[in-house]
């Protein structure tokens, strides 16, 4: 077990805890960060009015797609910072200290993210769904939906004529956020009160919460997945689908702690106290979690296309056939080329590189769940629109979550100390070496 130090003891002691070290100047971010909120709002707007007004023949359901690919992703991110602040309090893990803060500011970003995805199933219930087929099927009695009808209606007839309301989807939509918003609140107050040092069991409070926490985690993770991903083809099932989707949350949130701590670096701030043993470790998380997302991804593929099942088989077939393109890009770039490029060293220890490699993380995370959500758009249409438009919408409903995802934390990180100045572990952290 860790070595425990009394928060605020160890202050006097290091260097790389003086004031304008671990901390911003007042206000710093605030521009920037508000005009990327204020950019990816229009980015949002300016794909809803293309798909709305159908400009350049796009469909209005293909900027919901494009925004519900955005969100997807900041929800993934998010929810990836609240899994490794579980782990790091669960496993008492004394080498985080120094940038806990940090994932835990990502996670604060967690109602909001919730709020984000709620426009896209507001929009589809209303609308009888665009995206969500099993809305409009469930009108006709499909086979397939009256055997699932429990999952989504609650025990409401379907095939009457009309769609009843989807009473349990919104039900476990309402927990999950729930949970999130409870977790992540939780976790942060407390974080904050061990910094104020008027609680010294802040810290054990935080680790009884992430231990039941965990649970509640992993199944609001894998049953979201499954109701706002894998449901846009309610025809498919996996039953490794929610490990599919946390195995990139991690990996991207894993990238983005990365790219968050290598900017802080950059700003000349951290010195002494995020060093290059911090950065190396980090680099073994994400490598570790692209070889994990890599064995999730090629067991899901190699299980379906065993098994031989329609209802399965469909799913893959359909993206090999007309996205064959963005699937090997997938393959390649979500896996071959983190794999190839995070394993040396030299590149885990070296802040900018690993900055590097952390973009692309995000961005393949982006394709990811472009690759699975897109399809759906154009699915049955023998002639879907081409041209400028349709990659604009794309961009704009893509790139708006993000642009806000990011303000925020541009505008958050800055308010208040850069690392958990009254952790008990922090001495351990100033201090950490990497043997491996």
């Given at each position: ?145 009256e055997h699932k009808s429990f999952y989504f209606f609650g025990g409401a007839e379907i095939g ?277």
């Open positions: 077990m860790s070595q425990v130090a009394s928060p605020h003891s160890i202050a006097a002691q290091f260097p790389a805890l003086r004031a304008d070290n671990i901390t911003l100047p007042p206000g710093s971010g605030k521009g920037l960060g508000t005009m990327l909120m204020a950019a990816g709002l229009a980015c949002v707007v300016g794909a809803a009015a293309i798909g709305v007004m159908g400009i350049g023949g796009v469909f209005a359901r293909q900027a919901l797609a494009a925004y519900h690919i955005g969100s997807m992703c900041v929800l993934a991110m998010s929810l990836g910072a609240l899994f490794f602040v579980l782990v790091f309090h669960l496993t008492q893990a004394g080498w985080v200290a120094a940038f806990r803060r940090q994932a835990e500011n990502v996670m604060a970003f967690l109602p909001f993210a919730f709020a984000m995805v709620l426009p896209t199933l507001i929009i589809e219930i209303a609308t009888g769904g665009k995206l969500f087929k099993w809305l409009s099927k469930a009108a006709t009695g499909e086979y397939v939906l009457t004529g009309h769609v009843p309301f989807p009473t349990f989807f919104v039900v476990r939509a309402l927990v999950y956020g729930a949970v999130w918003t409870l977790l992540s609140r939780r976790l942060l107050s407390l974080s904050l009160l061990q910094d104020s040092g008027q609680d010294p069991s802040a810290f054990a409070k935080a680790r009884f919460t992430s231990a039941w926490g965990m649970l509640l985690f992993a199944l609001t993770t894998a049953f979201a997945a499954f109701d706002w991903l894998m449901s846009l083809d309610y025809v498919f099932f996996s039953t490794m689908w929610g490990i599919y989707y946390f195995s990139g949350a991690a990996f991207s949130s894993a990238a983005l702690i990365v790219l968050i701590l290598a900017a802080l670096r950059g700003a000349g701030k951290l010195q002494g106290a995020v060093t290059h043993e911090h950065f190396h470790d980090l680099g073994k998380l994400m490598f570790s979690f692209t070889v994990f997302w890599g064995y999730i991804a090629f067991s899901q593929y190699f299980l379906i296309w065993y098994s031989n099942i329609p209802e399965e088989t469909a799913f893959f077939k359909y993206r090999s056939e007309h996205w064959k393109g963005l699937g090997i890009l997938l393959m390649v770039g979500h896996f071959v080329v983190p794999f190839l490029i995070v394993l040396f060293r030299g590149v885990k220890r070296n802040y900018r590189l690993l900055a590097v490699m952390a973009l692309w993380a995000i961005l393949m995370q982006v394709v990811d769940i472009y690759w699975i959500v897109r399809p759906i758009v154009y699915a049955g249409n023998d002639q879907p629109p081409t041209g400028a438009m349709v990659w604009i919408t794309d961009i704009l409903g893509v790139a708006g979550p993000l642009a806000i995802f990011f303000g925020y934390l541009i505008t958050t990180i800055p308010k208040g100390p850069l690392l958990g100045v009254g952790d008990p572990f922090l001495r351990e952290s100033l201090e950490h070496k990497n043997y491996v």
